[in-house]
Nanobody
């Protein structure tokens, strides 16, 4: 089974930085895109940042200019560099990967989720 393993969450003060990592158990060319979502208690999960297998990125307006998503194909890993963190960034952050059509046919699954990593930003 495909696994996405996140790391790098923690507790930081406002204005601080964290780097999240998501490592896949398969070659990330199995996926059209990978990204990061976050979910705070009582709120819906929202897209934070995404990167396609062609390198195109997009960001939620609330994080644009502060967060950077990148990937390392050799390590089957995507990263989320988070700078200038704010208390409203506090959430569980989840890695997501969306299958290519070929991989979807092979596995029967359209996308995968990591277990989540907690990010807490104190005032």
């Amino acid at each position: 089974q495909v696994q996405l393993v996140e790391s790098g969450g923690g507790l930081v003060q406002a204005g601080g930085s964290l780097r999240l990592s998501c490592t896949a158990s398969v070659n990330i060319f199995s996926f059209n895109a990978m990204g990061w979502y976050r979910q705070a208690p009582g709120k819906q999960r929202e897209l934070v940042a995404a990167i396609t297998n062609g390198g195109t990125t997009n960001y939620a307006g609330s994080v644009k200019g502060r967060f950077t998503i990148s990937r390392d194909n050799a390590r089957n890993t995507v990263y989320l560099q988070m700078n200038s963190l704010k208390p409203e960034d506090t959430a569980v952050y989840y890695c997501n990967a969306k299958s290519t059509p070929t991989y979807r046919i092979l596995t029967g699954n359209n996308d995968y989720w990591g277990q989540g990593t907690q990010v807490t930003v104190s005032s």
